[in-house]
């Protein structure tokens, strides 16, 4: 028998929703995931394919009631592999389409929605986000997350549903897609194969608010277990860091003889924001949590996965790890 019940973890075969998963069955949940496709073979709790995004809300209600979770999290949305044209379709449409669901439950679950550092838009150089800073999204992806929070926190502050948001910085650590930061430097230092590598980027002049990918996991499973509801919180760690530092930790980490490029147009960009760093004082007073992973573990834990992922047993020479 679960020692905290059930929870759904919806979009729960992605980057964050794996990790979620993982966390949550940790804490004792029976975890369901609910996404389009199934995860690989040995992830934490169960599978269920269902497509927020396709699906009525009459369905989702329907599957909801007959698992009846003690909580739901709203991982479905990311900006990984998504052209402008289809962020408000594959971000926002799934989550109205959860909160119909939900109406149409006699007892809905606490929800948990996990919304991006990108809803803020553009922040001055030097400043520190917190849910009070006025949202202007610059980005399609930005403008289709803060819909979605916004509508669910008109949901929670009209007292029809319990839970929170959690507003997610830039994200590293293992799983990082193929498309991100990370992943794109690992690949090219992998196809190097051994020989020195040259890692091809936009020019690198940005400061994020990285956050260790785990750590999101167990501020969710804070979010999940807590009482508190109607809150937006940030998640992050509370610093900004250029993101030369994380190419630059990522190769060192590799041991490969690299240099690193960079160049207009060999990326892909979402956004233009040149800084973010978020408040996070609110979520150790609101749900006791802090990030307890330093940028260098996110990066250690990622090549090692990454490798272990494209370990090839035929006999072919591997980079060193």
């Given at each position: 028998m679960s020692v905290n019940g059930s929870a759904v973890v919806l979009g729960g075969t992605g980057f964050v929703g794996r990790h979620t998963c993982?966390?949550?069955?940790?804490?004792?949940?029976?975890?369901?995931?609910v996404a389009r496709g199934a995860p690989p073979p040995g992830e934490a709790g169960r599978f269920l394919a269902f497509d927020v995004a396709l699906r009525p809300p009459e369905d989702l209600a329907k599957v909801l009631d007959e698992l009846r979770p003690e909580v739901v999290v709203n991982a479905v949305g990311s900006i990984w592999g998504r052209t402008d044209d289809e962020m408000w379709d594959t971000v926002t449409v799934p989550t109205l389409r959860l909160?119909?669901?939900?109406?149409l439950l006699a007892t809905p679950p606490r929800i948990v929605h996990l919304g991006s550092v990108l809803e803020y838009g553009r922040m001055d150089v030097g400043t520190t986000a917190s849910p009070a800073t006025v949202e202007r999204p610059g980005s399609a992806y930005g403008r289709a997350k803060l819909a979605a929070t916004r509508?669910?926190?008109?949901?929670?502050?009209?007292?029809?549903?319990r839970g929170v948001v959690l507003r997610i910085t830039n994200l590293a650590g293992p799983l990082s897609p193929d498309v991100?930061?990370?992943?794109?430097?690992?690949?090219?230092l992998w196809a190097a194969a051994g020989e020195p590598a040259v890692v091809e980027l936009d020019p690198l002049l940005a400061h994020r608010d990285f956050v260790d990918v785990r750590d999101v996991a167990d501020a969710v499973v804070a979010a999940a277990t807590s009482p508190v509801t109607g809150e937006l919180i940030n998640i992050g760690s509370g610093t900004s860091t250029s993101v030369r530092v994380l190419v630059d930790l990522l190769v060192a980490r590799s041991g490969l003889a690299a240099g690193v490029v960079e160049r207009t147009g060999t990326g892909i960009q979402h956004s233009t924001e040149d800084w973010s760093r978020v408040d996070i004082e609110p979520a150790e007073r609101l749900l006791g949590w802090r990030p307890r992973r330093p940028l260098t573990d996110a990066v250690d834990a990622f090549w090692q996965e990454f490798v272990a992922r494209h370990h090839q047993p035929n006999g072919t020479e591997n980079p060193p790890t």
């Open positions: 993982r966390a949550l069955s940790a804490q004792g949940f029976d975890v369901w995931a909160l119909d669901a939900l109406a509508a669910v926190m008109e949901r929670l502050r009209s007292h029809r549903l991100s930061l990370l992943g794109r430097v690992a690949n090219q």
